[in-house]
């Protein structure tokens, strides 16, 4: 059975964020250790760009297999070198004549190949530095890799987004059903995380960045004022490292009619003004990963942590059954939610001239639509 793992709504929940650094390093904090957000956990130094130098070229060599470059080479491999400093030197008739080759960065020589004339430059190694995100306990450390950040909280994921990890207090700006205006952004708005049932205006993105909000949580956008907005057409395949000034994280989907549903809604308005780590990176085909937004409440009382699930934010979900509550995430009815009718067992064609195992849905509206089971996800309870 084909499906993908349903769009979490937890109003309490223990959270396990895992914090990894992309190669390997050294991990600054240890188990039981309390953090705050911009914790620094882990931290490296990735190696800088690889810049291929053609010496033999450059010094006008006709055939380095005989004539090598090594011999006219200022610094040997390993040696650090500066952006513009000469590293290899050809001098002829009686220094008449001289011709020479400089670093295009600065970094390293890592290699000097006297077959083809050609030196490699590193650039200079540069430092990643990984924060814990939300706020919480170290619950393990995985050496001279990372950490596994555990918080208790509301886990919200949404369908789509942009923009990376981000923190700041929630505040309510819009709950009607009219699209969030631009006049419904103040300068109160500076540093937050902004709430909006409907969909925002390009004028309203806009003046958001201009009060240095932090991130917008909205119910659905318009695809072609998205597009506008980012200033190309944005694919779905994988977002989460745009640089637009703010992260977007969107609930339902792509349209002007949606609206914010009122469970995912009335949730977000309970923590107007709680601190949130939101983060608007998007995977739809394999290894599927929501935008999300975290709602630490470290301040619950110990006793109901024994009543709490303990989970990571990335969970298989239940299976599907008459009943349970879906997201459609394929056109014709992208977004739309609906609850499960039936579960065909035979195969059925679809446009594509696929067969391919179907569900029968009945839409918010009442319309009964048959979906492939590819095509939708479970809203977790």
């Given at each position: 059975m084909a499906y993908t793992p349903g769009l979490k709504i937890k109003e309490l929940v223990i959270i396990r964020k895992t914090r990894?650094?992309?190669?390997?390093?050294?991990?600054?904090?240890?188990?039981?250790?309390?953090?705050?957000?911009?914790?620094?956990?882990?931290?490296?130094?990735?190696?800088?760009?690889?810049?291929?130098?053609?010496?033999?070229?450059?010094?006008?060599?006709?055939?380095?297999g005989l004539d090598p470059i090594e011999k006219y080479m200022l610094r040997k491999v390993g040696s650090r070198v500066e952006k513009g400093e000469v590293i290899a030197k050809l001098v002829m008739f009686f220094g008449l004549v001289k011709k020479v080759c400089t670093s295009p960065v600065k970094g390293s020589i890592e290699l000097i190949s006297n077959i083809s004339g050609q030196v490699v430059v590193r650039g200079s190694s540069f430092p990643?530095?990984?924060?814990?995100?939300?706020?919480?306990?170290?619950?393990?450390?995985?050496?001279?890799?990372?950490?596994?950040v555990e918080t208790l909280g509301a886990f919200i994921q949404g369908i789509f987004g942009i923009g990376g990890e981000t923190q700041g207090e929630l505040k309510v700006v819009s709950s009607g059903i009219k699209p969030l205006d631009e006049e419904a952004i103040g300068s109160d708005c500076s540093g937050k995380i902004l709430i909006a049932r409907t969909r925002p205006t390009l004028n309203a993105l806009k003046k958001a960045i201009q009060v240095g909000a932090k991130g917008l949580v909205s119910g659905c956008i318009d695809e072609k004022e998205l597009n506008t907005f980012m200033g190309y057409e944005l694919g779905v395949a994988i977002t989460g490292e745009e640089d637009c000034g703010i992260t977007l994280v969107i609930t339902e989907g792509f349209g002007d009619g949606m609206k914010m549903s009122d469970r995912t809604f009335n949730l977000l308005g309970r923590f107007d003004g709680k601190l949130a780590?939101?983060?608007?990176?998007?995977?739809?085909?394999?290894?599927?990963?929501?935008?999300?937004?975290?709602?630490?409440?470290?301040?619950?009382?110990?006793s109901v942590l024994k009543m709490v699930d303990r989970e990571d934010t990335e969970v298989s979900s239940e299976g599907l059954k008459p009943g349970v509550p879906i997201r459609i995430i394929r056109e014709p009815h992208f977004g739309a939610l609906a609850k499960v009718l039936s579960l065909p067992h035979e195969l059925k064609v679809v446009d594509t001239e696929s067969e391919v195992r179907v569900l029968e849905a009945e839409l918010e509206d009442g319309r009964r639509v048959m979906v492939p089971r590819a095509n939708v996800e479970i809203i977790s309870e």
């Open positions: 990894r650094l992309p190669i390997k390093g050294e991990v600054l904090v240890n188990v039981e250790d309390r953090v705050t957000p911009n914790t620094i956990v882990a931290r490296t130094n990735l190696p800088g760009d690889a810049h291929i130098v053609s010496v033999a070229n450059e010094l006008g060599l006709d055939d380095p990643v530095e990984v924060d814990a995100y939300v706020p919480g306990v170290i619950s393990e450390v995985m050496p001279s890799e990372g950490v596994v780590s939101i983060n608007g990176a998007t995977q739809i085909r394999a290894g599927v990963m929501r935008p999300e937004i975290i709602i630490p409440q470290l301040s619950v009382d110990p």
